[in-house]
């Protein structure tokens, strides 16, 4: 659920506040037409629950990396950021619950700069299975510049589709 709360905000933004770090999320449109726009079923609390646990998770959440490309310096630098800087319900509004979010400035920068790959959300969302999801993303992002890749196979499993089992320890 993670991911696909992740995703769909980045997609929310990119569709609806894509100039400004901060944006404003109606959240009971949000989980209904972004996180499952083909369910024929009426959400429930518990799903809408889940989704807000989520959300603090993504919050709560930093990216550590020693090799963030930084644009106004023209080279890779160290780096701890926030993917979202805060949230906070809006409660000025009578009606919908709407949330004020703000990315992280870093991770914000990044998403200005369009250093991250796009990605068919629509896509995405119509294939079922985790694993597929996964191995979708991976696909689509190491082979969008060249036709094939080789890698060892209880590698891949292991450490980018996130299959743990016994079997895949060792080589």
């Known amino acids: 659920l993670g991911e ?3 995703l769909g905000l980045l997609w929310y933004h990119n569709q609806n506040h894509p100039g400004s770090p901060k944006f404003r999320l109606y959240f009971h449109r949000f989980v209904a037409n972004y996180l499952y726009p083909r ?9 809408l629950n889940d989704v807000e646990e989520q959300l603090q998770r993504i919050a709560h959440t930093r990216i550590i990396s020693n090799k963030w490309w930084d644009r106004n310096k023209g080279k890779h630098v160290a780096m701890d950021s926030a993917i979202i800087d805060y949230i906070q319900e809006d409660e000025s509004d009578v009606g919908p619950r709407v949330l004020e979010i703000r990315w992280g400035e ?12 796009p990605l068919n959300y629509e896509l995405w ?11 979708y993303r991976w696909l689509d992002r190491q082979l969008s510049l060249k036709s094939q890749a080789k890698v ?4 891949f499993a292991r450490f980018k589709l996130g299959i743990t089992h016994n079997r895949l320890k060792k080589p």
């Not at 369910?39 to 799903?47: M, S, V």
């Not at 969302?125 to 191995?135: C, D, G, Y």
């Not at 060892?152 to 590698?155: G, I, L, Q, S």
């Open 4 to 6: 696909r709360v992740m």
């Open 152 to 155: 060892r196979a209880w590698a």
């Open 125 to 135: 969302l119509s294939i079922e299975r985790p694993l597929a999801r996964r191995l």
């Open 39 to 47: 369910r024929n079923y009426r959400l429930n609390q518990r799903a």
């Open 106 to 117: 870093k991770f914000y920068e990044s998403l200005a700069a369009r250093y991250t790959k």
